[in-house]
């Protein structure tokens, strides 16, 4: 189905199902323990061998010597995987470095060796027994060092352009009555998802299945072929269950590679899992990034001149950090510029987390904005509000799809009781707390990705989707099963929904809050397919024939759904498809934050108290999974602005909080009452769904609305991420 046209009246508006804050069908699956995840599938392969990676011990440099002998003879082995023994591999297009390194090292812990044993503990044992000398060489691993031979990227690793001009910035910015020049910086953090990335994988013959923790089936597909140098018929992937990924399961991981190794090594089955320290410095992380954001405004508020520039790192080949990407599209002003720059560093590989660009952009744009209306002498909320705009700052022939960003800071504003908020910092207080507001426009881009599905209709009025989408624990069982029950007009309970399979049609896969939207959009252009089919087999008009209550009426008719399946299953194959309608209109996701902390005049402690979050992101599936999805990107946010931060040693080039002990995420006793609101919206030139995204829209804004109400109870700011306490304890007021 080409969708180029916005989406009229379709079954999906009756909301009879669609749109309910339903229960997740996987739930109890998860609840009794019995959602099978990849690395305890005792179902699927009988006997496997436990695999144990060996990462690099170095960050840059040669491996000159490797001796597995020792480790070869220790109890329990079965065989050891290294560059030497595997033969030649390719390296997918969504990885930067190779998964099997040797004997040139690029990144510290990159995997260099497996061995492969009966038990994981003697695998373990094993791998300590493996002598490895380097050769190391001087590597780049301080981006404040490395931040002046920066060079721009290309407009292919930034998905768009790297710099961006609108008129002339500099004498814009010069002639502003008030102006605002800071430097922000935000850590390099890491996805902290609870399951490993795990695999376990079976060889038959030449054919290669792999059960995996991984979002994106098809990209992992075709990187497992092109890595292994196999035919991509041969290799079946398979994740319907993942315990979390927030983007760092996105793409092919040494996990799966080395699982598949060391089954064809071992001749049977192995199941490899990466402990905690390979997934921090193993795998991919979000980039730290230093920004720099002058806005130019006159008196009456309204900008005249915004500039966001930034700087990031990564291995050589890899892309930046696009944290300058929502200041394009969020705030009006007639001159503008971006520019973003790419340092090559020797650290592990920097890529997606949740919301990559915005989540840390916004982090620095949304301070700033607050500055800038302190400096103008206007409240927060209303200094975004009169810099609004209707329409693409970078092309005002282009208008929003819909764009109520607006509401959302009014509804916010009264919901929190913002009138209340003392504009003057460090004059609130409860006892020994500073208490302090703050607040955060939220902005992240609808993306459009094509989608497809299967769907087929049993004898019995059951309807089975098959897509290979992922339920990375946003709900995706169900709000699939949420569509396809309603364009068949059957109940929830008579839908099954399979997932996470290669073997199924190739879906958005989970990532950018792209997959709601256009996974449930391939679904329906499948479900269309099917009525069209079952129509024609009970002899009704498909234009007008209706879908409810297991029946289809068309006229006076009124037929049985399952008598259309009573001779043979039917089925209906087809996915989504985008015309041009994205380049007509803006499509985007809008949002403001609100947060109240409370801050000990003696000692510093930050506490959040309270947090509210307004969404405007098109039609919501499930409010109650949706909801799910905000909460935990607020907890995330919340994480980013006050304690998350992969501390670099930069002598050596490794993350040195390597695990959930040093690497501190927030805990329950950290995150007090939340609260969702989501505007009712639907926009029609986003899909047949009218839906968008929301799952990242969460986290966007966050961090600055945190710093923002820390600096209102204390006077203190902190431009520098995580806000802790060393960084304001000194500067706090004087206690009384």
């Given at each position: 189905?080409?969708f180029?046209t916005?989406?009229?009246?379709n079954?999906?508006?009756?909301?009879?199902?669609?749109?309910?804050?339903?229960?997740?069908?996987d739930?109890?699956l998860?609840?009794?323990?019995?959602?099978?995840?990849?690395y305890?599938?005792?179902?699927?392969?009988?006997d496997?061998?436990?695999?144990?990676?060996?990462?690099?011990g170095?960050a840059?440099?040669?491996?000159?010597?490797?001796d597995?002998?020792?480790?070869?003879?220790?109890?329990?082995?079965i065989?050891?995987?290294?560059?030497?023994t595997?033969?030649?591999?390719g390296?997918g297009?969504?990885?930067?470095?190779?998964?099997?390194?040797?004997?040139?090292?690029?990144?510290?812990?990159?995997a260099v060796?497996?061995?492969?044993?009966?038990?994981?503990?003697?695998?373990?044992?094993?791998?300590?027994?493996?002598?490895?000398?380097?050769?190391?060489?001087?590597?780049r691993?301080?981006?404040?060092?490395?931040r002046?031979?920066?060079?721009?990227?290309?407009?292919?690793?930034?998905g768009?352009?790297?710099?961006t001009?609108?008129?002339d910035?500099a004498?814009?910015?010069d002639?502003?009555?008030?102006?605002?020049?800071?430097?922000?910086?935000?850590?390099?953090?890491?996805?902290?998802?609870?399951?490993?990335?795990?695999?376990?994988?079976?060889?038959?013959?030449?054919?290669?299945?792999?059960?995996?923790?991984?979002?994106m089936?098809?990209w992992?597909?075709?990187?497992?072929a092109?890595?292994?140098?196999v035919?991509p018929?041969?290799?079946?992937?398979?994740?319907?269950?993942?315990?979390?990924?927030?983007?760092?399961?996105?793409?092919?991981?040494?996990?799966?590679?080395l699982?598949?190794?060391?089954?064809?090594?071992?001749?049977?089955p192995?199941?490899?899992?990466?402990?905690?320290?390979?997934?921090?410095?193993?795998?991919?992380?979000r980039?730290?990034?230093?920004q720099?954001i002058?806005?130019?405004?006159?008196?009456?508020?309204?900008?005249?001149?915004?500039?966001?520039?930034?700087?990031?790192g990564?291995?050589?080949?890899?892309?930046?950090?696009?944290?300058?990407?929502?200041?394009?599209?969020?705030?009006?002003?007639?001159?503008?510029?971006?520019?973003?720059?790419?340092a090559?560093?020797?650290?592990?590989?920097?890529?997606?987390?949740?919301?990559p660009?915005?989540?840390?952009?916004?982090?620095?744009?949304?301070?700033?904005?607050?500055?800038m209306?302190?400096?103008?002498?206007?409240?927060?909320?209303d200094?975004?509000?009169?810099n609004?705009?209707?329409?693409?700052?970078?092309?005002?022939?282009?208008?929003?799809?819909?764009?109520?960003?607006?509401?959302c800071?009014r509804?916010?504003?009264?919901?929190f009781?913002?009138s209340?908020?003392?504009p003057?910092?460090?004059?609130?207080?409860?006892?020994?707390?500073?208490?302090?507001?703050?607040m955060?426009?939220?902005f992240?881009?609808?993306?459009?990705?094509?989608?497809?599905?299967r769907?087929?209709?049993?004898?019995?009025?059951?309807?089975?989707?098959?897509?290979?989408?992922?339920?990375?624990?946003?709900?995706?069982?169900?709000i699939?099963a949420?569509?396809?029950a309603?364009?068949?007009?059957?109940?929830?309970?008579?839908?099954?929904?399979?997932?996470?399979?290669s073997?199924?049609?190739?879906?958005?896969?989970?990532?950018?809050?792209?997959?709601?939207?256009?996974?449930?959009?391939?679904?329906?252009a499948?479900?269309?397919?099917?009525?069209e089919?079952?129509a024609?087999k009970?002899?009704?008009?498909?234009a007008?024939?209706?879908?409810?209550?297991?029946t289809?009426?068309?006229?006076?008719?009124s037929?049985p759904?399952?008598l259309?399946?009573?001779?043979?299953?039917l089925?209906?194959?087809?996915g989504?498809?985008?015309?041009?309608?994205?380049k007509?209109?803006?499509?985007?996701?809008?949002?403001?934050?609100?947060?109240?902390?409370?801050?000990?005049?003696?000692?510093?402690e930050?506490?959040i108290?309270?947090?509210?979050?307004?969404?405007?992101?098109?039609?919501?599936?499930n409010?109650?999974?949706a909801?799910?999805?905000?909460?935990?990107?607020?907890?995330?946010?919340a994480?980013a602005?006050?304690?998350?931060?992969?501390?670099?040693?930069?002598?050596?080039?490794?993350?040195?909080?390597?695990?959930?002990?040093?690497?501190?995420?927030?805990v329950?006793?950290d995150?007090?009452?939340?609260?969702?609101?989501f505007?009712?919206?639907?926009d029609p030139?986003?899909?047949?769904?009218?839906a968008?995204?929301?799952?990242e829209?969460?986290?966007?804004?966050?961090?600055?609305a945190v710093?923002?109400?820390?600096y209102n109870?204390t006077?203190?700011?902190?431009?520098?991420?995580?806000?802790?306490?060393?960084?304001?304890?000194?500067?706090?007021?004087?206690?009384?």
């Amino acid at each position: 189905m080409k969708f180029e046209t916005p989406a009229t009246t379709n079954p999906i508006d009756r909301l009879r199902v669609v749109g309910q804050p339903l229960d997740r069908i996987d739930g109890p699956l998860k609840t009794t323990g019995t959602a099978p995840y990849a690395y305890e599938r005792h179902d699927v392969a009988a006997d496997p061998a436990y695999g144990y990676v060996i990462g690099a011990g170095i960050a840059k440099g040669r491996i000159t010597r490797m001796d597995i002998e020792a480790a070869r003879r220790a109890p329990g082995v079965i065989a050891i995987v290294t560059a030497e023994t595997a033969g030649k591999l390719g390296k997918g297009k969504h990885n930067t470095a190779r998964l099997l390194a040797g004997p040139h090292i690029e990144h510290y812990h990159q995997a260099v060796a497996l061995v492969v044993a009966e038990t994981f503990e003697q695998a373990r044992a094993a791998a300590g027994r493996v002598r490895i000398d380097y050769a190391a060489e001087p590597g780049r691993f301080d981006l404040e060092a490395a931040r002046w031979s920066a060079a721009k990227p290309s407009d292919e690793a930034t998905g768009g352009a790297a710099d961006t001009k609108v008129g002339d910035f500099a004498r814009a910015f010069d002639a502003a009555t008030v102006r605002l020049d800071e430097t922000y910086s935000t850590p390099d953090e890491t996805h902290a998802m609870m399951e490993p990335h795990a695999s376990l994988a079976r060889w038959e013959g030449d054919r290669l299945t792999v059960w995996t923790s991984n979002q994106m089936i098809g990209w992992a597909h075709t990187d497992l072929a092109e890595t292994l140098g196999v035919p991509p018929e041969k290799v079946r992937v398979i994740s319907p269950f993942i315990g979390g990924g927030f983007g760092g399961k996105l793409f092919l991981r040494a996990d799966i590679v080395l699982a598949a190794l060391g089954a064809r090594a071992a001749g049977r089955p192995v199941k490899v899992a990466l402990h905690r320290p390979l997934m921090i410095n193993n795998t991919t992380h979000r980039p730290a990034t230093i920004q720099r954001i002058r806005i130019g405004a006159e008196r009456d508020g309204m900008i005249t001149a915004i500039a966001h520039e930034s700087w990031s790192g990564d291995l050589e080949g890899g892309g930046p950090e696009v944290a300058v990407n929502q200041t394009r599209l969020l705030y009006a002003g007639a001159n503008r510029l971006t520019s973003m720059r790419l340092a090559s560093l020797d650290l592990p590989e920097g890529n997606s987390m949740r919301a990559p660009g915005e989540a840390p952009g916004m982090m620095a744009l949304e301070i700033a904005m607050d500055e800038m209306a302190e400096k103008l002498g206007i409240d927060p909320v209303d200094f975004r509000i009169r810099n609004d705009t209707q329409k693409d700052p970078e092309k005002p022939g282009r208008p929003f799809s819909a764009r109520p960003f607006v509401e959302c800071l009014r509804l916010g504003a009264e919901r929190f009781g913002w009138s209340s908020r003392n504009p003057v910092p460090g004059q609130r207080r409860e006892g020994r707390w500073l208490i302090g507001a703050g607040m955060a426009g939220a902005f992240r881009n609808n993306l459009l990705v094509k989608s497809a599905a299967r769907v087929r209709l049993s004898a019995d009025g059951r309807v089975t989707v098959e897509t290979d989408m992922t339920d990375i624990g946003t709900g995706s069982y169900t709000i699939i099963a949420q569509t396809a029950a309603e364009m068949m007009g059957v109940s929830l309970e008579q839908v099954e929904v399979r997932l996470g399979d290669s073997a199924y049609p190739v879906s958005a896969g989970s990532g950018g809050q792209f997959g709601a939207n256009n996974a449930t959009a391939g679904v329906y252009a499948a479900c269309v397919k099917l009525r069209e089919a079952v129509a024609r087999k009970l002899g009704l008009n498909a234009a007008d024939a209706e879908f409810v209550h297991g029946t289809v009426r068309s006229g006076e008719r009124s037929i049985p759904l399952a008598l259309a399946a009573s001779s043979g299953e039917l089925t209906g194959e087809d996915g989504i498809e985008y015309g041009d309608l994205h380049k007509t209109y803006q499509q985007s996701t809008f949002g403001s934050h609100f947060v109240e902390v409370a801050v000990d005049a003696a000692t510093g402690e930050a506490r959040i108290r309270r947090m509210l979050a307004v969404c405007a992101a098109g039609r919501i599936l499930n409010p109650k999974s949706a909801r799910s999805q905000v909460i935990g990107a607020m907890t995330m946010g919340a994480g980013a602005a006050l304690m998350e931060e992969l501390a670099v040693d930069k002598k050596r080039g490794f993350f040195v909080n390597h695990d959930l002990a040093g690497y501190e995420v927030p805990v329950h006793a950290d995150i007090p009452h939340q609260e969702v609101i989501f505007l009712d919206e639907t926009d029609p030139i986003s899909s047949p769904m009218k839906a968008k995204g929301v799952g990242e829209l969460g986290i966007c804004g966050v961090g600055a609305a945190v710093a923002n109400a820390l600096y209102n109870a204390t006077g203190v700011r902190v431009r520098n991420y995580p806000i802790t306490l060393d960084k304001y304890l000194d500067r706090l007021p004087d206690v009384a």
